[in-house]
């Protein structure tokens, strides 16, 4: 089972739905929407009583196109993508690009799903869906869309690679309230796949992916530093802050006391050891180890991110 395709030629972490799980979600669709219309022709059956024949209809007519044509649109148009019975099976239906579907998206598949659903009892849509690879059916075809799995397996999520040591702690400062999950998704995906896909089309992704980072942050990146180890850093300073804040709430919930950690036993000191320490001269304070420069390659090959020139 392939995954979704970008035109850039990036696989996104997206895995198309096959017919079961499509079709158990258009039953529970089907059983939702189909209460409804029956209450609402119940009630308009009963105000429209007074009514001619022919008014009768038109109202029969127009709750139908309401409530079983125009409902799911307005539903998948709100939700982007997510109706009660996709929600329900961990589907949702996306752009070809693997983006959030539009008005015209919705609108494009309901009215197939009138003629490959609702006519024909779901038969002309079960033959699209085992006909096409990734299981579309006419009307995803027409719409450019798709129907993807959002709940994968926790095990194939890959391993985000982790900064360069010289952009540690440099985004410290920067704003991340504005930038959307969906942005941080596909920078995690990009950031886990880099390394499999062209330098080209890496390198353009990257630069796409920080622009948009710095749209939402109003902060460039430092002078000199790749599109893709900006986003590394940046990504590295999420998860710190996340991290902090899981520590503080562990050390709160526990009455200031993190589980696991030992505080350090002090020593009583005697008088005269005090003395001594304060009459001791001056002495020069731990020297650093200096950097080597085999370990500064290890460490850029490790990641794979070059420091700036």
Known sequence: MSGVVTGDAVVLGLQPARLPSRALALVLDLLAVWAVYLLITVGLAMATASLDEAAQMAVSIASFLLVLVGAPIAVETLSHGRSLGKLACGLRVVRD??????????????????????????????????????????GDVFAGTLVVRE?????????????????????????????????????????????????????????????????????????????????????????????????????QGGGGQVPGFVAPVVQPVSTA????????????????????????????????????A
Request: proline share 12%.
């Open 97 to 138: 690009d693997g983006g959030p579907i539009r008005f015209r998206h919705a609108l494009v598949r309901g009215a197939m799903g009138v003629v490959e659903i609702l006519m024909t009892l779901g038969v002309v849509a079960c033959i699209a869906s085992l006909v096409s690879e990734r299981g579309r059916r006419i």
């Open 151 to 251: 709940r994968v397996p926790a095990a194939r999520s890959a391993v985000v690679p982790p900064p360069p040591p010289w952009l540690v702690g440099r985004f410290a400062e920067l704003d991340l309230s504005a930038v959307p999950d969906a942005l941080w998704l596909e920078i995690r995906q990009y950031l886990t796949r880099m390394r499999q896909l062209d330098p080209g089309v890496g390198r353009r992704l990257s630069e796409r992916l920080a622009d948009e980072l710095v749209a939402r942050t109003g902060t460039p990146p430092p002078p000199g530093v790749p599109a893709a180890a900006y986003l590394a850093g940046v990504v590295a300073e999420r998860q710190a802050r996340e991290a902090r804040r899981a520590f503080a709430s562990a050390g």
């Open 273 to 308: 050891s005090a003395a001594k320490v304060e009459n001791a001269p001056p002495t020069a304070g731990p020297v650093a180890p200096p950097v080597v420069a085999s370990e500064v390659r290890d460490s850029d090959a490790s990641t794979g991110f070059a420091p700036p």
